[in-house]
């Protein structure tokens, strides 16, 4: 009884006490970031703590599309040849500032440079720092593709490639190209201390960092000086909440506002909790089964076409992803520009998939499926979605055998030119454009690495490697529809699904807004008290 | 005594090399490739994969890597961890003391219910307590935890309201960390109801995490309890006439311990193991959610580093109690 009556005491003050000082907005984040840097990571909770709050970029993606715009740079132009890009940077942008440093100056050309110099020269004092792994400016191919980064004036920047690019404008928003201040890494590598610019982050973004401990709380203030305005909530908090089924008592208890990365089967009692809105968006992702199309008897088109039409994929969208995904018809999906809807996607028809199979002289034909032992927004449950598969191929007289592996020796087994069998895997794209998902998932040069179906073909690859170098959007949507016209007569994989993504919020609330690209943002966002 | 103690201390040394090969090993032995984890479904090319494994080390021999690390180990110097770049000790350090406050916590709900429990089913043998109880203890002990934690946060959290769902202390709390011990840190502070919101904080992670501990150490008190009682001592106080609450809590309940610190001595290592699970549901900020983290990261060092700390750590407590022993009962120093 006593410990019934302190727990409630305890309770009631937490109540009083929110309701007596001004609350900030509360985001029951899945994890921990790996650090503050965005350049040095690859994973989305590291980009939500990071990238989002704390920096800008010189262009940036509209919140909710993925439409580029201006960022820190207010305008560019492109050289005729496309190998020139001049961008004319915005003028009175703040830097925030901390007990270790407070800055001398607005944001200008040199922070430009340093951001892009550092991951780019291995002589830049900087790039070792943090063990100076640079992953996604390496994955990006910017190494290759950036000749120089040139000062033209303390408010001009140019940038020259050594082959014309169309995506470098969307790359330039990534989470990688980060701007950060080149005067507080001065202070920080003379103070001997370099590392805090991974530790103790200064951006110009809407939020700055406050303090974070690790596995716990992220606390982040309100950026007054920021260039958009600043945000009407009153600091922002990510407390790490790992598992889905604690965020969503959280979320009902009012202990957070926003949380990511629901339970599928947690969907429908939350859409009729009153106390929890239910936002949900297609998510920018494709989940597919990649045949090895360099083995037989996966390099005849037809048995692929064949294989394709047996499987049931509105079952798969029903029992696997619960409802919450769409069937795939296209290797890209629908919220991305150049989506070509008219394409048709193969029937389900087992009778007409057997009969194909029985025309190409394909009989007791053995299969391995392989089934990725984790969990993604595009693949929630691998191992079913293989049985639904197998189960599928039975019905055609294709016997299947379901393989995993532990996750690392997956992704390395399954880059394998001679792998057997075919793979189930998926991409969630990182800059909107298509050629992140045409070129690194079926490009040749993708062979024996991210293209999984080690497929190479000619035509398919004339049209996106002109599409690449291509700058007017017009002639590029020609060339990627086009392309998925190619890449469905070839049937390099069954498409499976395009997953939706859910955001359960409190109705306080408002103007959050899912991202396409993954992220969480919350500029922009406001809560009622 | 001196020379018990340092007799004890003397296994530390081939223990303590033994786990550094063991930690160095386990991890190696594990499939999957800790660059390729990282590199994800992106790939990466074989010339960044080669000069990401000479970066690492990784394109060394293996007795010269464990070598290098064991050297590293003798010089205090654990590696930095490959996904945070930060050195494993400062983040063990950051985190350890939230671990040890909840095991701590858990190890008093444990003993301070599963004694007096114990003692009493002992003494009431075959009575309805003593069956009920035992019967509780089984189902506490296969209780799994995940289970159980969630259970408790839903009744508890979700419709009486009365704890809070997760977490150390509420986020309306913030000041610097001294001590890393909530309880403490929180008192430190001065500010209203932090203190309480720390102990509420603590509530539940306790009782799962003390549950299986608590079962262990009641059957343990019960069955050594039982032992003592048989014993022609015990009838020669009762028949001199002390009253039952001398015989059992004097005479007996000091004998029937020492199988029992044993035991208490042991969950220490359970606790450790079972923290991975309840920091994970009760999103603590401790070491077990850290190297489980680290265990699907394949980062090496941070792995390495970790169990070799806890490992040190479970040693230091039994040798504590092997000492303990000594205080309790004098034959064994003298042995």
């Known amino acids: 009884m006593k410990l019934k009556q302190t727990l409630a005491t305890g309770a009631v003050l937490s109540v009083l006490a929110s309701s007596a000082i001004a609350a900030p907005l509360v985001y029951c984040s899945e994890g921990s970031p790996e650090g503050f840097d965005p350049a040095l990571f690859t994973s989305g909770t590291t980009f939500d703590a990071s990238s989002h709050p704390i920096y800008n970029h010189l262009t940036e993606f509209v919140t909710g599309t993925t439409e580029v715009v201006p960022g820190l740079a207010e305008s560019w132009e492109v050289s005729e040849d496309g190998l020139e890009y001049t961008f004319n940077l915005r003028q009175g942008v703040k830097f925030h500032s901390n007990d270790a440093f407070t800055p001398t100056r607005d944001f200008n050309a040199d922070d430009v440079i340093f951001s892009f110099e550092r991951q780019r020269l291995e002589d830049h004092p900087y790039h070792e720092v943090s063990g100076g792994t640079w992953e996604y400016f390496e994955g990006m191919s910017m190494p290759d593709l950036v000749v120089s980064v040139e000062k033209v004036d303390d408010y001009t920047v140019k940038f020259v490639l050594n082959r014309p690019e169309a995506p470098f404008i969307a790359n330039l928003a990534m989470d990688f190209a980060s701007i950060l201040s080149a005067e507080y890494a001065d202070a920080m590598m003379e103070a001997g201390t370099p590392e805090q610019l991974n530790q103790a982050p200064i951006g110009t973004g809407p939020f700055s960092f406050v303090a974070y401990q690790k596995d716990a709380v992220i606390r982040y203030a309100t950026n007054p000086d920021y260039w958009e305005g600043a945000s009407s909530l009153e600091g922002l908090i990510f407390a790490i909440t790992p598992d889905a089924s604690v965020r969503y008592q959280k979320l009902k208890a009012g202990e957070c506002h926003i949380m990511p990365y629901p339970n599928p089967a947690d969907i429908e009692a939350m859409k009729s909790d009153p106390d929890i809105n239910v936002l949900e968006q297609e998510g920018l992702n494709v989940g597919y089964l990649g045949y090895n199309t360099q083995q037989a008897p996966f390099d005849n088109v037809n048995v692929r076409k064949a294989l394709n039409m047996a499987i049931d994929k509105q079952a798969i969208i029903d029992v696997v992803f619960q409802g919450s995904g769409q069937i795939a018809k296209n290797p890209i999906p629908p919220t991305m520009w150049s989506y070509n809807d008219a394409i048709e996607d193969d029937p389900y028809d087992p009778e007409a998939a057997k009969s194909m199979l029985e025309a190409e002289g394909v009989t007791d034909l053995s299969m391995k499926v392989w089934a990725m032992p984790v969990q993604r927004p595009y693949n929630p449950n691998a191992r079913r979605m293989a049985e639904l598969i197998q189960e599928d191929f039975s019905e055609i007289g294709v016997d299947v055998e379901i393989v995993s592996y532990e996750w690392g020796e997956y992704l390395s087994r399954s880059r394998e030119l001679d792998r057997d069998g075919a793979i189930l895997l998926g991409w969630t794209g990182d800059n909107g454009d298509p050629d992140n998902f045409l070129a690194v998932l079926l490009g040749c040069d993708g062979i024996g690495n991210s293209n999984r179906a080690q497929w190479c073909h000619e035509p398919f690859e004339e049209l996106i490697q002109k599409a690449k170098v291509t700058t007017d959007v017009e002639e590029r949507t020609a060339l990627y529809e086009e392309a998925q016209v190619v890449f469905k007569e070839q049937a390099p994989w069954a498409t499976i699904a395009h997953s939706v993504v859910y955001m359960p919020v409190r109705p306080e609330v408002s103007g959050y807004k899912v991202h396409p690209l993954g992220g969480h943002i919350f500029y922009g966002v406001e809560l009622a008290q | ?335």
Request: glycine residues 8%.
């Open chain 2, 1 to 335: 005594m001196i020379k018990y103690f340092l007799s004890k201390l003397l296994t530390f040394v081939p223990t303590f090399f033994g786990v550094t090969l063991i930690s160095f090993a386990f991890i190696r032995v594990l499939p999957g490739d800790p660059i390729i984890v990282m590199a994800g479904e992106r790939g990466l090319s074989d010339e960044r994969y080669a000069e990401l494994s000479a970066e690492y080390g990784f394109d060394r021999p293996i007795l010269v890597q464990y070598w290098d690390y064991l050297t590293g180990v003798l010089q205090g110097d654990l590696g930095e961890s490959f996904v945070t770049k930060k050195p494993v000790w400062d983040e063990f350090f950051a985190l350890f003391p939230a671990t040890l406050e909840l095991a701590l916590c858990a190890m008093v709900f444990a003993v301070v219910l599963g004694l007096p429990a114990g003692v009493i089913a002992a003494v009431n043998r075959g009575k309805l307590f003593d069956r009920t109880l035992m019967s509780t203890a089984l189902v506490g002990y296969s209780m799994p935890i995940f289970w159980w934690a969630l259970l408790l946060i839903i009744v508890f959290s979700g419709n009486l309201g009365w704890t809070p769902v997760s977490g150390r202390i509420s986020l309306l709390y913030y000041f610097d960390t001294l001590t890393g011990f909530m309880l403490i840190d929180s008192l430190l502070s001065g500010q209203d109801g932090a203190f309480m919101s720390a102990v509420n904080h603590l509530v539940l992670p306790s009782i799962v995490l003390g549950t299986i501990p608590l079962a262990v150490i009641a059957r343990q008190t019960r069955s050594a309890m039982l032992e003592v009682l048989s014993e022609d001592y015990i009838r020669t106080a009762r028949a001199k006439g002390l009253a039952p609450v001398e015989v059992n809590g004097l005479h007996a309940l000091r004998n029937a311990l020492i199988p029992v610190i044993t035991v208490i001595g042991l969950s220490v290592g359970t606790l450790m193991g079972g923290a991975i699970l309840t920091e994970t549901i009760f999103s603590w900020p401790g070491i077990g959610k850290w190297m489980l983290d680290s265990i699907f990261r394949r980062d090496y060092p941070v792995v390495q580093g970790g169990l070799l700390l806890i490992a040190v750590f479970v040693m230091i407590v039994n040798l504590t109690v092997d000492v303990l022993y000594g205080f309790i009962n004098p034959k064994i120093r003298k042995r």
